[in-house]
């Protein structure tokens, strides 16, 4: 069963309380579209259960953090992107974060470019 912490945002897409374009679900992992996208794909990934970050779920449960991987890639194959995509975790706000739930950003179908901003 999903943790719901009752404010937080991706919990309430999660509990379906707040519409998404979900394009995948499983008993661990939620995939919807970014509201607004980076890339011509860009999918979050966010696990069930509230975690505030990539490390903090990682300690308290490996095989959600793998399935954002694995998930991911399936979604990347379902959305035709070849192999070829990058995955981001922003952690804190100097790197980013604005959404305190742990979220797998998958962007491709464009080509990318190195440092990112
Ligand atoms: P980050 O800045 O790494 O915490 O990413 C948060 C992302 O969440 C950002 O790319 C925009 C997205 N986002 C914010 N609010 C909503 C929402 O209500 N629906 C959807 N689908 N995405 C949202």
């Given at each position: 069963?999903?943790?719901?912490v009752?404010d937080?945002l991706f919990c309430?897409?999660?509990a379906g309380?707040?519409?998404?374009?979900?394009?995948?679900r499983?008993d661990?992992?939620v995939a919807?579209?970014?509201?607004?996208?980076?890339?011509?794909?860009?999918?979050?990934?966010?696990?069930?259960?509230?975690?505030?970050n990539?490390?903090?779920l990682?300690?308290a449960?490996?095989q959600?953090?793998?399935e954002?991987?694995t998930v991911?890639a399936l979604?990347?194959?379902?959305e035709?992107?070849d192999?070829h995509?990058?995955?981001v975790?922003?952690?804190?706000t100097?790197?980013?974060q604005?959404?305190?739930?742990?979220h797998?950003?998958?962007?491709?179908?464009?080509?990318?470019?190195w440092p990112?901003?």
């Amino acid at each position: 069963m999903a943790t719901e912490v009752s404010d937080c945002l991706f919990c309430r897409i999660v509990a379906g309380e707040i519409p998404a374009d979900v394009v995948h679900r499983s008993d661990r992992v939620v995939a919807f579209r970014d509201v607004a996208p980076q890339a011509p794909v860009h999918v979050l990934l966010v696990p069930t259960e509230h975690h505030e970050n990539a490390a903090v779920l990682a300690s308290a449960d490996a095989q959600a953090t793998a399935e954002l991987v694995t998930v991911a890639a399936l979604v990347a194959d379902a959305e035709g992107l070849d192999g070829h995509y990058r995955l981001v975790f922003n952690t804190g706000t100097g790197a980013g974060q604005s959404v305190f739930h742990t979220h797998l950003h998958l962007l491709g179908g464009r080509s990318m470019t190195w440092p990112p901003g």
